[in-house]
């Protein structure tokens, strides 16, 4: 099957689905972390390439509920990340995946299809994420573990994975390993 997967600098969807024998593909405007094979460039451009599958990750900033409310004056930059996201799930490509956290509902995205959580796929951390997909069934739990809470003394609870990365957004846009395990054995 030819996997794009869109808007991934770090390789790890890429990789999960190359190591089951897919002809994947990662597309960004960042060069990759892992070597392998990447198109560093704008993915409208190549989103007629006769792609099977494709799973995106669009940028966050302009979309998601937590990060919009840090910047000023965003209402064109909302409506063209919110173009970039329907241009991606309605391109030609048979089954769409995107990912994404809780977005603004002021953005008027279409409803999400599931909601998933990295401890459901055996990572130690806490992070919504909301999945959009298109002819794929949902992406069952691989491995359910119990996250680790941490208290400050001032009595404010947070996972040791949030600690690390809240403040990274190059971290946090990363795709856990276990998670793009789970879509490369179960979509792959």
Request: hydrophobic residues 35%; charged residues 20%; positive net charge.
């Amino acid at each position: 099957m030819k996997v794009l997967v869109a808007c991934e600098f770090s390789g790890i969807v890429r990789e999960a689905f190359k190591e089951r024998g897919h002809d994947a593909w990662s597309c960004d405007l960042l060069p990759t972390e892992i070597p392998g094979q990447h198109i560093q460039g704008d993915v409208l451009g190549i989103l007629d390439d006769g792609w099977d599958m494709m799973i995106a990750h669009p940028p966050c900033t302009y979309l998601c509920r937590h990060r919009s409310r840090w910047h000023d004056d965003v209402t064109q930059k909302q409506e063209d990340a919110r173009q970039f996201f329907n241009t991606l799930m309605k391109s030609n490509i048979s089954k769409i995946c995107i990912e994404n956290p809780v977005p603004l509902k002021a953005i008027g995205l279409p409803n999400y299809s599931q909601i998933i959580q990295p401890w459901q796929f055996g990572h130690d951390y806490s992070k919504k994420t909301c999945l959009w997909l298109k002819g794929l069934q949902p992406l069952e739990p691989t491995n359910i573990i119990q996250i680790t809470y941490y208290t400050t003394p001032n009595g404010r609870k947070f996972t040791a994975g949030w600690y690390a990365t809240h403040r990274n957004s190059i971290a946090r846009s990363r795709t856990f390993n276990g998670i793009a395990k789970a879509m490369a054995e179960q979509w792959g």
